[in-house]
T-cell receptor, first 115, second 112 residues
Framework: NAGVTQTPKFQVLKTGQSMTLQCAQD?????MYWYRQDPGMGLRLIYY???????DKGEVPNGYNVSRLNKREFSLRLESAAPSQTSVYFC??????????????FGPGTRLTVT | GQSLEQPSEVTAVEGAIVQINCTYQ??????LSWYQQHDGGAPTFLSY????GLEETGRFSSFLSRSDSYGYLLLQELQMKDSASYFC?????????????FGAGTRLAVHP
């Protein structure tokens, strides 16, 4: 049981290049999330998917697109990378029914630098 | 608007007790979560309070007062491995019951 996996772990892009960050979970969770974390700051929600086939914007969606490919996979695409998108990106998932708790499980992160 | 406030840094010694406070202002509220993150690592879940009162899990406890829009994380018998950043997060902001809004985090340094 790998939990939440993300690829790649590290990436350097030039301004204007595009790339897709991949995320997969093997816990049969319904909800999946993409966050970014900048130095000394908390996590900010970019997009989330409450269930397969649905996606919604979070706090900072500009410059990003997402695809919920199936229940397991949720990808984040940068169409034209900018230096302001230099950050650590975390994917997370959550099952819909977890009783009195509300636990999100996080992947190891992708460290992205845009030059 | 919405905001969460928590201290930026806290220091303590091994074996001591430390309390990390979190106050929030939101347009909706379902619950308050706490996450731990070691340097270079991913956030990991510690606790979730939907109702007022204290929840205890081993050395960690979390408290919520919805009327005061306030919560805290209490860490007892501190160990060096507790040195990390701790984030409070509110569920249910702006009608989004299935998402979290995180605070900026409190960096805890535990000294011998």
């Amino acid at each position: 049981n790998a939990g939440v996996t993300q690829t790649p772990k590290f990436q350097v892009l030039k301004t204007g290049q595009s790339m897709t960050l991949q995320c997969a979970q093997d816990m049969n969770h319904n909800s999946m999330y993409w966050y970014r974390q900048d130095p000394g700051m908390g996590l900010r929600l970019i997009y989330y998917s409450a269930s397969e086939g649905t996606t919604d914007k979070g706090e900072v969606p500009n410059g990003y697109n997402v695809s919920r490919l199936n229940k397991r996979e949720f990808s984040l695409r940068l169409e034209s990378a900018a230096p302001s998108q230099t950050s650590v990106y975390f994917c997370a998932s959550r099952r819909s029914r977890d009783g009195n708790s509300y636990e999100q499980y996080f992947g190891p992160g992708t460290r992205l630098t845009v030059t | 608007g919405q905001s969460l406030e928590q201290p930026s840094e806290v220091t303590a010694v091994e074996g001591a007790i430390v309390q990390i406070n979190c106050t929030y202002q939101t347009s909706g509220f379902y619950g308050l979560s706490w996450y731990q993150q070691h340097d270079g690592g991913a956030p990991t879940f510690l606790s979730y309070n939907a109702l007022d009162g204290l929840e205890e899990t081993g050395r960690f406890s979390s408290f919520l007062s919805r009327s005061d829009s306030y919560g805290y994380l209490l860490l007892q018998e501190l160990q060096m491995k507790d040195s990390a950043s701790y984030f409070c997060a509110v569920r249910g902001v702006s009608g989004g019951y299935n998402k979290l809004i995180f605070g900026a985090g409190t960096r805890l340094a535990v000294h011998p």
